[in-house]
Every structure is written in structure tokens, then in C-alpha cells.
């Protein structure tokens, strides 16, 4: 895993979750595959392999670039920016 200029702009320590789940799923009624975690502001949304692809929705909503897996027994995060695990 290499830094990112974007990693280096998360806050620490990272945003508390907003949600236990993706709310956007909730409120469709559909049911996530895997969660994510906005490392900006908390937001947790569904992977894309879930039918609305609700981390990806907020990334190009917001720009908010860094999110980490929110799955237990996992430490990675994807830079939607660059791409790339960071």
C-alpha cells in the first residue's frame, strides 16, 4: 500500500460512523453486500458490488476521496481519486 497525497488530508483521528449500515439501502429496502466508511465525514455506504453502490454515489456526490472497508477482519482503504489502495 503506498500514501496518497489524500490519505495525508484524512482527519485524525478518522470520523466516528455516522450509521451502522448504509442508510441509502435501508430507505430502498435493498440489502448491502459489504459496507465502506467516508474517512472525511463518517458516511458509511454499500461496495459496488451491492445494487446501489451508495460509497461510490457519495464519492462523486461529494468528492470525498478516501474510504476504508467497514467490514470486521478487514484494514484496507481505496483512494477513489488516485484509484488505488492506500
Do not use: K, Y
Not at 39 to 60: E, I, Y
Amino acid at each position: 500500500m503506498s500514501e496518497c497525497p489524500h490519505v495525508a488530508e484524512m482527519p485524525r483521528p478518522e470520523p466516528a460512523p455516522l450509521h451502522a449500515t448504509c442508510p441509502e439501502c435501508l430507505a430502498d429496502g435493498t440489502h448491502p453486500v459489504q459496507l465502506r466508511l467516508c474517512l472525511s465525514c463518517g458516511h458509511v455506504g454499500c461496495c459496488d458490488s451491492s445494487l446501489g453502490r451508495h460509497a461510490t454515489a457519495h464519492f462523486t456526490a461529494t468528492g470525498h476521496p478516501v474510504m476504508r472497508t467497514f467490514e470486521p477482519n478487514e484494514r484496507w482503504r481505496w483512494c477513489f481519486v488516485d484509484g488505488s489502495i492506500v
